[in-house]
């Protein structure tokens, strides 16, 4: 079968879907601000919310609907007349409103739950869609559970709400239990006995199989997918929006199709969602986790640094990750060691590496982990030239004005400045360039734990600009501030040893 349309609309629901994971609730103001990133970052809809749910809902799912005028907005309800009036009523400033109506369709829900008949949820689908229509210039209408629905049903509903006004019809796998082959069955049969509609899909991922669920509907025929950033979502969560779409691009030659995300804002996207909600993806989650693109056996750091096609299917600028992380661990080797050195400034000779690569491991032996003052550190004639921290303090707390004092020592000399900020790190942050006399950019600073529990070890990395040359440097420390001191200091010695060479 060949499909005309080569573009998936993105159906974004981190607002709605995303927010009901347990930790990743969002105020209006909250998610004001991710709207406008979800609005950059080039999805087709975003769901703002459920307005009959909460005052704070509405107000959230109106707040987004008068700014955000580039991407269809929608809000989503019951197929329950107050529901979708308050959804209606709340839209009425979005220049391109989706009233977005549910039904459960599956027996056990119909009998269960909504305790009513398969012919009373047919009329209630029909009225809700022909009432939601009334309100919005389209309308979806969602089968809820629909891939535990008896097909001859789902269908007379599917095209009762088509007939009474529903564009989209979507067919969630609510519960996570299909298999990629029994959903794409589904939707082929879908798109077939409903040509006009667009077949819309929602999948959760209670066996992990959500984006391979949607991938198979979307070679069914599916044109609309449903997705979150970080795949959050009820449960196990949604489908990830930055796995699906980058799996079509990477892919794209096999799938056929294509969506409109301008996949570099990817990364950041993530991380604005994380430093909302505090909930970050797991390390090794695809694309956004932080070791996605980051490679610590020695065998693939040297394949990379051959040719990054060696090990990595996209590249991080693609998904809008800086650079490939090189960990410098047991397993790195000296290809490794040398281009974190090169990045600070340091370049040695052939046996000068071999030496400092069998430290590295042996260090990485007893601390897992070897950041750029370990690494420093091991390079003797460098020491005294550095900028190092000797100690630093801080006066923080909600009624004093934030204060550092830093003690730095460099170029062999010891010197101390204080200054006052926004915070302590900015405070201590000045302190340094008031220490050592310079004024820098800091373009990009960035923090995560490395360990769990309140005592965890934070590593931060921080990209700065010292007159033309930017550097970054890593720093790990159970005091945060005391890690992007170090880090800190790091890129500004790398910054001073580029300026040296390039004099
Ligand atoms: O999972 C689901 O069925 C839903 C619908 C309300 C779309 O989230
Ligand atoms: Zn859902």
């Given amino acids: ?6 573009f998936v609309t993105i159906f974004d629901t981190t607002l709605r879907d995303g927010e009901q994971s347990p930790g990743c609730s969002m105020n209006p103001g909250e998610k004001l601000r991710l709207a406008r990133q979800l609005e950059r970052l080039g999805v087709d809809v975003i769901e703002a919310g459920f307005p009959i749910a909460s005052v704070a809902e509405a107000q959230a799912v109106e707040r987004i609907s008068g700014e955000i005028r580039t991407v269809r907005v929608a809000a989503l309800a019951r197929c329950k007349p107050k529901d979708i009036e308050v959804a209606g009523k709340a839209l009425r400033g979005a220049a391109r ?11 056990i829900h119909l009998r269960d739950k909504l305790k009513i008949t398969a012919a009373e949820a047919l009329v209630q689908a029909r009225e809700g869609v022909a009432l939601a229509r009334s309100l919005a210039s389209e309308v979806e209408f969602s089968a809820e559970d629909a891939s535990r629905t008896d097909y001859t049903y789902l269908l007379e509903v599917l095209r ?16 996570g239990y299909s298999l990629p082959h029994e959903y794409a069955e589904m939707v082929a049969k879908l798109v077939r006995d409903i040509p006009t509609a667009v077949i819309s899909v929602h999948c959760h991922n209670d066996l992990g199989l959500a984006v391979a669920n949607s991938l198979a509907a979307i070679g069914a025929g599916a044109r609309q997918v449903e997705c979150t950033i970080n795949g959050i979502g009820e449960r196990a969560g949604n489908t990830s929006l930055e796995e699906i779409v980058m799996a079509l691009k990477v892919r794209r030659e096999t799938l056929g199709v294509e969506t409109r995300v301008k996949t570099e804002l990817l990364a950041p996207t993530s991380a604005e969602l994380s430093t909302v909600t505090g909930v970050w993806p797991q390390p090794n989650k695809a694309i956004v986790g932080r070791n996605a693109f980051a490679h610590e056996a020695g065998i693939h750091q040297h394949g990379i640094l051959a040719n990054p096609l060696t090990y990595e299917i996209m590249t991080p600028a693609s998904v809008g990750v800086g650079e490939t992380l090189l960990v410098l661990g047991k397993h790195s080797g000296r290809h490794a060691v040398e281009k974190r050195l090169r990045g600070l400034g340091v370049t040695l000779t052939v046996a000068q590496l071999e030496d400092v690569t069998t430290r590295v491991k042996e260090l990485a032996d007893r601390k897992k982990f070897v950041y750029d003052d370990d690494l420093l550190s091991l390079l003797d004639h460098h020491a005294e030239r550095r900028p190092t921290l000797i100690r630093y303090q801080t006066l923080s707390g909600n009624d004093v004005i934030p204060t ?19 915070g302590p790190l900015d405070a201590a942050l000045k302190a340094t ?4 006399g310079l004024s820098l950019e800091l373009l990009d600073w960035h923090t995560r734990a490395v360990s769990s529990g ?16 930017e550097t970054v440097g890593q720093a790990a420390s ?13 890129a500004i010695g790398a910054a001073e040893r ?5 004099a």
């Fill in 404 to 422: 550092a004092t830093v003690e730095v020592e460099a170029h062999g000399q010891r010197r101390t400045a204080s200054a006052v900020g926004n």
């Fill in 433 to 436: 360039d008031a220490a050592l």
């Fill in 478 to 490: 159970t005091d945060s501030i005391e890690a992007s001191l170090k880090a800190y200091l790091s």
């Fill in 454 to 469: 309140k005592d965890a070890l934070a590593e931060v990395t921080v990209r700065v600009r010292h007159r033309d040359q």
């Fill in 160 to 175: 009762a709400v088509h007939e009474a006004g529903a564009r989209v019809l979507n067919v969630p796998d609510t519960v």
């Fill in 498 to 502: 580029a300026i040296e060479v390039a």
């Fill in 97 to 107: 409103p989706v009233l977005h109506t549910f039904l459960a369709t599956s027996a």
């Fill in 1 to 6: 079968m060949t499909f005309p349309n080569p």
